[in-house]
């Protein structure tokens, strides 16, 4: 992994999630993430990983370590083939759940990072890719 600036892991199971933090942890570690960084990362990586599995039936994390403006970052995108998102303004709320959960997944995350995007239509399944930068 040392040399690799980009990759995929599959997001098919329990642990598939484990091995996304452990990766996210690594990727931000090299990159020198401050501890508050590295766990809001992990943190925003691990309840992403969750959704695709639970509500996207599974999917894949795809990252790329990225440099722009002498300034570095990493970006992940977490993309799945499930039923998409039929409000995501509304699933960007604070306490809205389509489950069991508490609702703070998706507006959580966005919270952990510098840049986050969603993609999700009923149909078509879902993408989100959140970058954060050192």
Known sequence: METERSGELPVLSEQNIVT???LVRALCQRLKFSLVDQTKMITAASELSRNTLIHGGGGRMRW???????????QLHF????????DVKLALTDGWTSGSGMGLGLPGSR???????????PGRGTRVSITKWK
């Open 20 to 22: 996304s933090r452990q």
């Open 64 to 74: 790329e370590l990225l440099e722009r403006e002498g300034k570095q970052g990493l």
């Open 79 to 86: 993309e799945d083939e499930g039923p998409g998102i039929a």
């Open 111 to 121: 919270r952990l990072v510098s840049d986050f995007e969603i993609d999700s239509a």
